[in-house]
C-alpha cells in the first residue's frame, strides 16, 4: 500500500488502509415510531443505540496489492474484533469494531489495480457479570428498610444443624420410652395395675413423640 503524506493513515487493527476512495460513518439512532390517535406525526421512542457503522472503499495497487488483499481478506474471515484509528471517528468512543462486510473487485482493463470494500461495526464490550447479593438479590428492594433480615442464611444452617442434633436426640429418647411401654404387653392386674397404666400412658406419648420426630427428621434431612 501506497502510505499518504497528507493525513494520518487510517488503521484497521495494524493494518495501514491506503488509497482510501471514500469513508463513511453511518449510524441508526435507535427510535421505534408510534402511531397516537389524533396526533398528526408520530411520537419517536428511543429504545437503544445500535452500533456505529462505518464504510470503507478504497483501492489497492502497486506490488504489494496480492499481499494487502490477503491481509484484509484473513482480518475479514477470522471475525475477530480490532481496533479502528481514522479522523471520521475522532468524536466517537469506539473501542472494537469487527468486518462485517468485505468485498474485493477486479477491474479489466486495470490490472495494476483493485478495488475493495470493508464494512465495520462497533463491538462494545459486554457489562459485568451479575453478582448475587444477600438473600438472592431481594435485599436491592428494600426488605432491609422494612425491618427483614436478609442476611439470614448462615443462621438458617446453624439452626438446622441445632434442629437435627436435638432430633437425633430425641429419637434416642424415643427409643427408650418405647421399650417402657411395652411392658404393658405383660398384663398387670391388681397392685400392679397403676403400673400398666403407666405403661400404656407412656406408650401413647411415645408414639405421638416418634411420630414429630420423624417429620422433623424429614424436613431438616
Same mark, same amino acid.
Given at each position: 500500500?501506497?502510505?499518504? @503524506? +497528507?493525513?494520518?493513515?487510517?488503521? $484497521?487493527?495494524?493494518?495501514?488502509? @491506503?488509497?482510501?476512495?471514500?469513508? +463513511?460513518?453511518?449510524?441508526?439512532?435507535?427510535?421505534?415510531?408510534?402511531?397516537?390517535?389524533?396526533?398528526?406525526? /408520530? =411520537?419517536?421512542?428511543?429504545?437503544?443505540?445500535?452500533?456505529?457503522?462505518?464504510?470503507? #472503499?478504497?483501492?489497492?495497487?502497486? +506490488?504489494?496489492?496480492?499481499?494487502? $488483499?490477503?491481509?484484509? /481478506?484473513? #482480518?475479514?474471515?477470522?471475525?475477530?474484533? $480490532?481496533?479502528?484509528?481514522? *479522523?471520521?471517528? @475522532?468524536?466517537?468512543?469506539?473501542?472494537?469494531? !469487527? !468486518?462485517?462486510?468485505?468485498?474485493? !473487485?477486479?477491474?479489466?482493463?486495470?490490472?495494476?489495480?483493485?478495488?475493495?470494500?470493508? /464494512?465495520?461495526?462497533?463491538?462494545?464490550?459486554?457489562?459485568?457479570?451479575? +453478582?448475587?447479593?444477600?438473600?438472592?438479590?431481594?435485599?436491592?428492594?428494600?426488605?432491609?428498610?422494612?425491618?427483614?433480615? @436478609?442476611?439470614?442464611?448462615?443462621? $438458617?444452617?446453624?439452626?438446622?444443624?441445632?434442629?437435627?442434633?436435638?432430633?437425633?436426640?430425641?429419637?434416642? #429418647?424415643?427409643?427408650?420410652? /418405647?421399650?417402657?411401654?411395652?411392658?404393658?404387653?405383660?398384663?398387670?392386674?391388681?397392685?400392679?395395675?397403676?403400673?400398666?397404666?403407666?405403661? *400404656?400412658? =407412656?406408650?401413647? =406419648?411415645?408414639?405421638?413423640?416418634?411420630?414429630?420426630?420423624?417429620?422433623?427428621?424429614?424436613?431438616?434431612?
Amino acid at each position: 500500500m501506497t502510505a499518504s @503524506t +497528507e493525513r494520518p493513515i487510517p488503521l $484497521l487493527g495494524d493494518i495501514p488502509l @491506503t488509497a482510501i476512495q471514500s469513508m +463513511e460513518h453511518m449510524l441508526d439512532a435507535g427510535f421505534i415510531p408510534t402511531s397516537v390517535a389524533g396526533l398528526s406525526g /408520530q =411520537v419517536q421512542q428511543r429504545l437503544h443505540r445500535p452500533s456505529h457503522k462505518i464504510h470503507i #472503499a478504497g483501492i489497492l495497487e502497486g +506490488e504489494t496489492k496480492l499481499d494487502d $488483499l490477503a491481509t484484509l /481478506q484473513e #482480518a475479514a474471515a477470522s471475525g475477530e474484533e $480490532l481496533t479502528f484509528a481514522a *479522523d471520521i471517528v @475522532t468524536a466517537l468512543d469506539l473501542q472494537k469494531v !469487527v !468486518v462485517t462486510h468485505f468485498r474485493a !473487485v477486479e477491474y479489466a482493463g486495470q490490472p495494476g489495480q483493485m478495488g475493495y470494500e470493508l /464494512q465495520l461495526a462497533e463491538s462494545p464490550p459486554l457489562p459485568p457479570p451479575a +453478582e448475587l447479593s444477600g438473600f438472592g438479590g431481594l435485599d436491592d428492594f428494600g426488605l432491609g428498610d422494612l425491618g427483614f433480615d @436478609t442476611d439470614l442464611m448462615g443462621d $438458617l444452617a446453624g439452626l438446622a444443624d441445632d434442629i437435627a442434633g436435638a432430633v437425633e436426640g430425641a429419637m434416642d #429418647a424415643i427409643e427408650g420410652l /418405647q421399650a417402657l411401654a411395652g411392658l404393658g404387653d405383660l398384663g398387670f392386674s391388681g397392685d400392679f395395675k397403676p403400673l400398666q397404666d403407666a405403661a *400404656d400412658n =407412656v406408650g401413647t =406419648v411415645g408414639k405421638k413423640i416418634g411420630e414429630a420426630g420423624k417429620s422433623l427428621g424429614g424436613l431438616f434431612g
